[in-house]
């Protein structure tokens, strides 16, 4: 680990100056000599891991253990990110006991300090998810957090998929070429979901695998808050069914549990999100391939892995009839 003063690039720079303001308004922080090294190296594929921002594990003295993690975003990443924003809701969500706790924002340097889980926690696997306590434990959290106080950030799907394809513009190179399907899929799914009435829920909105950490007696805390928000639970729960079942019986299974009982409206509903969201991170992630210096991460591989998915689902016989009846 290193100590501050000699910043390798410009992530460190925003990290130094974090740090030297969180160690400087944190009364047991006071008189310690941070010292910090890189936590989650990025990855774009074929995980989207650690690419919108930097991590670094911290620790108070030289040779220390770290106890504390720094999240700093990416500065070609903010028109995307709200820090503040993200600070609220982790705040909320740690209060639940289902996050570790938020110390400092740094809204100017956008980071965020938080206590470290430590060594024991890990985060989920695919094969985790799929264990009938593991989704059940994940799903209860989706439940208590939706259960709380609106987080005050109002957020879509649908208008995020307007924004990046603004933000992308209709001539970019990087769209697949049926990107004009899909699009058309997904203004069809906005308008039968819309149709059809949503509720809105204060919810993670961010259930990758790497971001549901399960501890040595199965406990999970969530961590990135960066997509927390307000929004239709349905679309959580769809985006977590997509990534942990590999298969719609899964999926029905996952439904029975958060429901108390399968309903065929709520499994509709959340295949119809599931698609949504695959167009969603697809088109997040060639923004990112636009706007990242990170010329090494495969941005572009990510973004054609969630297209695939989002063309799979759409063009499923029978996926209009599971619009119609939402």
């Known amino acids: 680990m290193k100590a501050p003063g000699a910043p390798a690039d410009a992530s460190e720079r925003l990290a130094e100056a974090a740090l030297a303001q969180a160690f400087s308004a944190r009364p047991e922080l006071r008189g310690t000599a941070p010292h910090y090294a890189v936590a989650v190296p990025g990855l774009a594929s074929p995980s989207y891991h650690g690419v919108e921002s930097a991590t670094y594990r911290v620790a108070v003295s030289a040779g ?4 504390l ?3 700093v975003s990416e500065p070609c990443a903010a028109a995307l ?5 993200a600070f609220r809701a982790a705040e909320g969500i740690a209060a639940l006991g289902l996050a570790p706790e938020p110390l400092h924002l740094a809204e100017e340097e956008g980071a965020i300090l938080f206590r470290c889980l430590g060594p024991d926690w890990r985060p989920a696997t695919l094969d985790t998810l799929q264990r009938p306590d593991a989704m059940a434990t994940v799903i209860d959290a989706f439940r208590r957090i939706g259960a709380g106080d609106a987080f005050g950030r109002r957020w879509s799907v649908f208008a995020a998929i307007r924004e990046l394809r603004a933000l992308l513009g209709p001539d970019a190179d990087s769209l697949p070429p049926d990107a004009w399907f899909l699009f058309d899929w997904a203004e069809a799914i906005e308008a039968a979901l819309t149709a059809a009435g949503t509720d809105i829920r204060p919810a993670h909105a961010d259930p990758h695998a790497s971001n549901l950490l399960f501890g040595p007696d199965g406990t999970l805390r969530l961590v990135d808050f960066d997509m927390a928000c307000d929004t239709d639970p349905h679309y959580q729960l769809g985006a977590f069914l997509n990534e942990a079942c590999p298969f719609e019986t899964a ?3 996952g439904i029975e ?7 065929a409206d709520a499994f509709n509903r959340a295949r119809a999100y599931a698609a949504a969201d695959d167009l969603h991170w697809g ?3 060639l923004a990112m391939d636009r706007l990242s210096p990170r010329r090494a991460l495969e941005f572009r591989k990510y973004a054609a892995w969630r297209f695939l998915r989002c063309r799979m689902r759409v063009g499923r016989p029978g996926f209009e009839e599971t619009l119609r009846s939402l």
């Open 64 to 67: 220390a253990e770290p106890t």
């Open 69 to 71: 993690f720094l999240k």
């Open 81 to 85: 990110l709200d820090p503040a924003a």
């Open 251 to 253: 999926m029905m299974a």
């Open 257 to 263: 549990m958060a429901e108390g009982a399968f309903r």
């Open 283 to 285: 088109l997040r992630a």
